[in-house]
């Protein structure tokens, strides 16, 4: 196996970033600086950056419904970490994140494929979630102007946000679709219109949703519903293809 696939399955980093932490010299194996390319066998000591390279001995996929205060970090020693909260005999990654200030919905694994199509930026992954804001002493309700200019997109420091969907659900509350990741969009977005956000609920991942799961609560996906979430991540990843393939 390439040493950058096994550092991709092993969940360290993305194929990307893995040549350049090899490039970097950060990479050993069995106590050797790595060079680009090479191969493993996967029984070798591979430490990249620090951390140990282990292939997981079976994929695991759990949801998280997260409460406000907890960090989408993989910081041990930190009683706030999500790692902390969502314990399994293997060790899982959270895909993604959203903000300490936030809750809802949370993906973990330890496949390390999945994860990195699932952030890749190549792919326009949707995402759900419920919003409720404060208007400023000088703004109205929210409105059609407001769904309209969320919707087109916004100027964030120099990036135009990807159009969006956007339901209103009443004067101070709607319901938002993303097809990117940057920090703090949403926020960032209502408060570029004069609003501050005051809840930020994520409900929806692809296919997954929080349904009954309750607050601080963890289950692992059924069959069904790891086949569905592969399903559309083939289907994503064979439409870049094609796109990719029209614009040659």
């Known amino acids: 196996m390439r040493l950058t696939q096994f550092l991709v399955h092993a969940g360290i980093c993305s194929r990307r970033a893995a040549i350049k932490m090899i490039a970097d010299g950060l990479v050993s194996i069995n106590g ?16 990249a950056d620090g951390r140990k390279a282990i292939l ?13 205060g ?3 970090n993989c910081v041990a020693d930190n009683p706030h970490s999500i790692v902390n909260h969502v314990t399994r005999p293997t060790r ?11 809750h809802g919905l949370m993906l973990l694994t330890n496949d390390g494929i999945l994860c990195q199509r699932l952030l890749s930026p190549d792919y326009s992954h949707p995402k759900t979630y419920r919003v409720s804001v404060e208007p400023h002493y000088q703004q109205p309700d929210i409105g059609a102007d407001f769904q309209q200019r969320m919707s087109q997109g916004i100027e ?16 101070n509350r709607f319901e938002i679709t993303l097809t990117q990741g940057l920090n703090r969009q949403i926020r960032r977005m209502a408060r570029s219109l004069g609003y501050k956000v ?18 601080n609560q963890s289950r692992e996906l059924s069959n069904t519903e790891i086949s569905e979430l592969k399903a559309h991540l083939s289907h994503s990843q064979t439409h870049m293809i094609g796109l990719r393939a029209d614009l040659c």
């Open 32 to 47: 050797n600086i790595a060079e680009h390319p090479a191969t493993v066998a996967g029984d070798e000591a591979i430490i």
């Open 56 to 68: 997981p001995d079976q994929c695991c996929y759990v949801i998280y419904n997260k409460p406000v």
């Open 70 to 72: 907890i960090d989408c």
């Open 92 to 102: 899982l990654f959270p895909v993604g994140r959203i903000d300490k200030d936030s």
């Open 156 to 171: 964030l420091d120099g990036v135009l946000t990807r159009p969006c969907q956007l339901k209103l659900l009443s004067k």
């Open 198 to 215: 005051i809840d930020l609920q994520r409900i929806r991942i692809l296919n997954l949703t929080l349904t009954s799961l309750a607050l």
